[in-house]
């Protein structure tokens, strides 16, 4: 199927996809800090450059976005344009958060993987944070939260 715009608007269009401070991260911000957390983002020595680094909980947050790490939700469709090159690029995203996620856990950081789709809806939201505060009092090393 042929792109519905030309490629000079598609590529306009592709560079204002922000890859930080994206309105899911915010909201996770956001709310962790009225719960009282202090956290540095996008911290560029770790490995992943992860959203919200809280030091004093040795703990690491990423906020995946459903359709650049293909998470099988809902929100994710494979795009019928060009499917052989999203495949790649979206198999070698899963590759390198895979990657990532162990070398923290490997160096000692506790690491968790907040969705999309988790913070996405006003219901949702709530519910996913305060999970999200809950695991990093815990000091279990691994959380992942799904919509």
Not at 2 to 20: L, W, Y
Not at 35 to 53: A, M, Q, W
Not at 131 to 137: E, F, I, T, Y
């Amino acid at each position: 199927m042929a792109d519905v715009v030309d490629q000079a608007t598609r590529s306009r269009m592709m560079s204002g996809i922000r890859g930080k401070n994206t309105r899911p991260e915010l909201v996770v911000r956001k709310a962790l800090h009225a719960r009282g957390f202090r956290y540095r983002i996008h911290v560029k020595d770790l490995p992943g450059r992860p959203d919200l680094v809280l030091p004093k909980h040795r703990a690491a947050i990423f906020v995946h976005g459903c359709f650049w790490h293909g998470h099988g939700c809902p929100l994710f469709k494979w795009p019928s344009s060009r499917p052989e090159f999203w495949r790649e690029k979206i198999g070698k995203n899963a590759d390198r958060d895979a990657r990532n996620i162990q070398t923290l856990r490997d160096s000692g950081w506790r690491v968790a993987v907040l969705w999309e789709c988790a913070v996405r809806s006003r219901d949702g939201a709530p519910l996913a944070v305060e999970r999200l505060a809950s695991w990093l009092v815990s000091g279990e090393a691994w959380m992942e939260i799904r919509g």
